[in-house]
C-alpha cells in the first residue's frame, strides 16, 4: 500500500472518476506517493495548508501506471513514483489527514500498525 495526500475538495472532485492525476503529471512528471512507513517524513509538507486534506491508501498491485520507487533528493530513502494516472479502483480506503492543535500530522489509526522509519 502506498498513500497520496490531497485536498479533500479535490478528491470529492476526483472520487467518481475512473482514473486522475494529469495535473500532477504536468507538474512533475509523475505522481508523488509515499509508504506508510515513511509517510511522517513528508507530513510535515502539508502542515500549513488550511484545507482539510485526506489519505487514499493505494494497492501499489492494482494500479494500471507504472510505479517507481526513487530517491529524488539523494536522502537514501525510494518513495513511489506513480508515472501515469492513478486509476480509482486501486484506491482502497480514504482517510482524514489529522492534525494536533499546531498543525503536525497525528498517525491515523488505522495505520498504527505500521512502523515509522
Not at 18 to 40: L, M, P, V
Not at 65 to 79: I, K, L
Not at 91 to 108: A, E, W
Request: some cysteine; overall charge neutral.
Amino acid at each position: 500500500m502506498i498513500l497520496h495526500c490531497m485536498k479533500k475538495r479535490i478528491w470529492e472532485e476526483r472520487k467518481n472518476k475512473t482514473a486522475w492525476g494529469k495535473r500532477d503529471i504536468q507538474i512533475s512528471g509523475f505522481i508523488h506517493c509515499s509508504t506508510a512507513e515513511y509517510f511522517w517524513r513528508v507530513a510535515s509538507n502539508f502542515k500549513d495548508i488550511e484545507e482539510e486534506l485526506v489519505l487514499l491508501c493505494i494497492d501499489e498491485n492494482k494500479l494500471k501506471a507504472e510505479v517507481r520507487y526513487e530517491d529524488g533528493d539523494n536522502c537514501g530513502r525510494f518513495y513511489p513514483h506513480v508515472y501515469g494516472l492513478i486509476n480509482n479502483d486501486a484506491v482502497i480506503t480514504v482517510l482524514p489527514f489529522r492534525k494536533d492543535n499546531n498543525g503536525n500530522y497525528i498517525k491515523n489509526p488505522e495505520l498504527a500498525h505500521i512502523e515509522d522509519k
